[in-house]
């Protein structure tokens, strides 16, 4: 079992940034991809990026945020990271991150991660 921990989130003006962190325990998670998503209200899971853990970090990243969000893993400390850099009011929602044990996907479909964190809160002001 792995679980996930996300941190990181806020208030933050249009044009700012924010870095989320996700920990993970339970086990180790060097053989797993992992995501980042976001949920805005009355709206559906969206992808938002994805790292491969075991193929040199192989990067995946919607089209929306592509340019301004950077996915990183910290090895040692079991740590994704999902810097948000030049913030738009319509990146508001919770962001979870998620573990997918294949390892070799980059899968952008939530049905394929197993694990997921309780969300943290990410609000943009115009």
């Known amino acids: 079992q792995v679980q996930l921990v996300e941190s990181g989130g806020g208030l933050v003006q249009a044009g700012g940034s924010l870095r989320l962190s996700c920990v993970a325990s339970g086990r180790t998670i060097n053989t797993y991809d992992m995501g980042w998503f976001r949920q805005a209200p009355g709206k559906e899971r969206e992808f938002v990026a994805a790292?491969?853990?075991?193929?040199?970090?192989?990067?995946n990243y919607a089209n929306a945020v592509k340019g301004r969000f950077t996915i990183s893993r910290d090895n040692a400390k079991n740590t994704v990271y999902l810097q948000m850099n030049s913030l738009k009011p319509e990146d508001t929602a919770v962001y979870y991150c998620a573990a997918d044990p294949s390892g070799q996907r980059l899968a952008t479909a939530p049905r394929f991660y197993n694990y997921w964190g309780q969300g943290t809160q990410v609000t943009v002001s115009s």
């Open positions: 790292i491969s853990w075991s193929w040199s970090d192989r990067k």
